[in-house]
């Protein structure tokens, strides 16, 4: 990835506004969440993903793909957060993207979406991740049309939800 460099000032209330040119680059709209770390010579700006970023949440997840041996997608709005069937980090073709964003449902769906370069063909269950700030995400079982992948899929959504509502 090519660097961009930009010298900007601070206005009075301590906010810098950060160039068009790396908001697109960095896929940055308005009303996304930063984080924001320093060391004693660097700020760093984030994007912010409570998936991402909440271990309690990944620690649930892995527990029920490890006892109820299933195949298992946790996407943010753009990207896979967390997966045992592609690789996590990838991004999300625009179907799936708009999917997610509008917290759309899928129950026993065979569909065939791609994650970057990588096409992934399956029966999909797919259920919303809804906090107090909205939907954030989405979360994917994948199986057969006879087994309780669906059923799996809502109770995940949920309890992630609760979660993130607490914390």
Do not use: H, W
């Not at 320093?38 to 700006?45: G, M």
């Not at 006892?67 to 073709?93: C, H, P, Q, T, W």
């Not at 994948?142 to 607490?166: H, P, Q, R, T």
């Amino acid at each position: 990835m090519e660097n961009i460099n930009f010298i900007k000032n601070i206005d009075n209330l301590g906010r810098i506004v950060i160039p068009m040119d790396i908001r697109k680059k960095m896929n940055i709209n308005t009303g996304d969440i930063l984080s924001i770390t320093c060391n004693e010579n660097d700020i760093c700006l984030k994007k912010y993903s409570t998936l991402t970023d909440n271990y309690k949440i990944l620690e649930i997840v892995r527990c029920f793909v490890e006892v109820f041996n299933l195949k298992v997608m946790i996407l943010d709005r753009e990207k896979v957060v967390y997966s045992n069937v592609v690789a996590d980090g990838s991004f999300l073709d625009k179907t799936l993207k708009e999917m997610s964003e509008n917290g759309m449902k899928l129950r026993n769906e065979f569909k065939n979406f791609k994650f970057d370069n990588e096409f992934c063909k399956g029966i999909y269950n797919m259920q919303p991740v809804i906090t107090n700030e909205g939907i954030i995400g989405s979360v994917i079982v994948m199986g057969d049309v006879i087994d309780n992948a669906f059923e799996m899929c809502s109770i995940m959504a949920k309890i992630m939800s609760i979660e993130l509502n607490i914390s």
